[in-house]
């Protein structure tokens, strides 16, 4: 089994081209960090810079730079949280909508491209394997953090 791990962990060290092309389709402002912090807060928000660490398994330093890049570039903005007067929280803004639709629609004519000779079979099973694997991932780091404490 360690093999064939270890040859797992190949691929997925290759997927950093994939991950940098998907980069490439997403609006040149976006990037692909911003159009995941971006898309975080929309799917999820309104919500706190803390909380889009948290899903982007990042520090805080680091979602607060990629959320006040894409506050500045009018794609989230920041509102009083009714519960607690100190905290602000994140929503997409119209112009968030529109970049992330464009982003997503460039994205997904790319990978269109891309898998033109794979069947609904093996692009279903990719997808997915790569939900367990995330999903995996997720649980054992929760786990993991849980017994640290």
């Known amino acids: 089994m360690s093999e064939t791990i270890e040859n797992l962990v190949r691929q997925l060290y290759g997927l950093g081209t994939v991950r940098r092309e998907i980069g ?3 609006l040149a402002e976006l990037g692909s960090q911003g159009f995941t912090a971006l898309g975080v807060v929309h799917v999820h928000g ?10 982007l398994a990042v520090d805080m330093s680091v979602a607060s730079r990629q959320v006040n890049a894409l506050i500045g570039a009018g794609y ?3 509102q009083p949280d009714r519960d607690d007067a100190r905290a602000t929280l994140l929503s997409t803004t119209g112009d968030g ?6 982003s997503h629609r460039r ?6 491209r891309v898998l033109e000779g794979w069947s609904d079979e ?4 990719l997808t997915g394997s790569l939900e367990r694997l995330r999903n995996d991932f997720t649980n054992t780091a929760a ?7």
């Open 24 to 26: 490439r389709h997403a």
């Open 46 to 55: 309104p919500m706190r810079v803390s909380d889009v660490a948290q899903h």
């Open 76 to 78: 989230l903005e920041k």
């Open 97 to 102: 909508k529109r970049v992330l639709e464009e």
């Open 107 to 112: 994205m997904v004519h790319a990978f269109g």
């Open 122 to 125: 093996e692009i279903e099973s």
């Open 143 to 149: 786990s993991d953090r849980e017994v640290a404490r």
